[in-house]
């Protein structure tokens, strides 16, 4: 399996609702990312996670919280957010350590704040 | 700002055409990846490149460290329309570790 899995594929939510993203990955990857992408820009990342650990937070507001349960698993919990927020959401894995991995991407969560 | 500057933006070009996108910075990274990336869809990761000099080739793709190991290149040769896409290098910032950075990206677009 080399694939990173994300569900749902879309997501519409109100401001006061609570959802979560979820992340899968059976590739033995021991650091696991969360990245967001609004339209016609990069992906600008958003946390880390090494070793099930969160290793780093790019200031990321924390009406999104992320989880990490087990090595295979991300998740991304959402709450109280704003329509600003909408944007494709990504997750990626890689080996942990060295300089060479390459990142592999889920297909992203569409999520759409109204 | 942008750590890491890509260049051209945009780029449309006719079909058997080369080409060459750039991908500039002031910082050293730890090694610099290419993705290439569809619509709707995650990044795929093209290639890494990990020593200053190093130089890889994927069928018609030829990526370019530089020696410093701050900047890097992706030329394509006889672009077919196959190769249309998003085209993303990002960088693993120095001492930081899994911390992957992206450039603006460059839209390619191939006409037949």
């Known amino acids: 399996d080399t694939e990173v899995t994300q569900t749902p594929k879309h997501l519409v939510m109100g401001m006061t609702n609570k959802k979560s993203l979820k992340c899968e990955q059976h590739?033995?990857?021991?650091?696991m990312y969360w990245y967001k992408q609004k339209a016609k820009k990069p992906p600008e990342l958003m946390f880390v996670?090494?070793?099930?650990?969160?290793?780093i937070n790019e200031s990321v507001p924390s009406r999104f919280s992320p989880e990490c349960p087990n090595s295979s698993l991300l998740n991304l919990h959402l709450h109280a957010l704003q329509p600003e927020d909408s944007a494709l959401y990504l997750c990626?894995?890689?080996?942990?350590?060295?300089?060479?991995?390459?990142?592999?991407f889920g297909s992203g969560t569409r999520l759409t704040v109204v | 700002t942008q750590l890491l500057k890509q260049s051209p933006q945009f780029l449309s070009i006719q079909e058997g055409e080369n080409l060459t996108v750039y991908c500039n910075s002031s910082?050293?990274?730890?090694?610099l990846q290419w993705y290439r990336q569809e619509p709707g869809e995650g990044p795929v990761l093209l290639v890494t490149?990990?020593?200053?000099?190093e130089v890889k080739k994927l069928k018609r793709l030829t990526f370019q460290f530089g020696d410093a190991r701050k900047d890097s290149s992706l030329h394509i040769t006889a672009a077919q329309p196959g190769d249309t896409g998003l085209y993303l290098c990002?960088?693993?910032?120095?001492?930081?570790?899994?911390?992957?950075?992206f450039g603006a990206g460059t839209i390619l677009r191939v006409k037949s």
């Open positions: 910082s050293v990274f730890s090694s």
């Open positions: 490149v990990v020593t200053g000099g």
């Open positions: 990626a894995s890689s080996q942990e350590g060295g300089t060479g991995n390459g990142y592999t």
């Open positions: 996670y090494s070793y099930e650990k969160l290793s």
């Open positions: 990002a960088g693993l910032q120095f001492p930081y570790g899994n911390k992957l950075v």
């Open positions: 590739m033995g990857h021991r650091a």
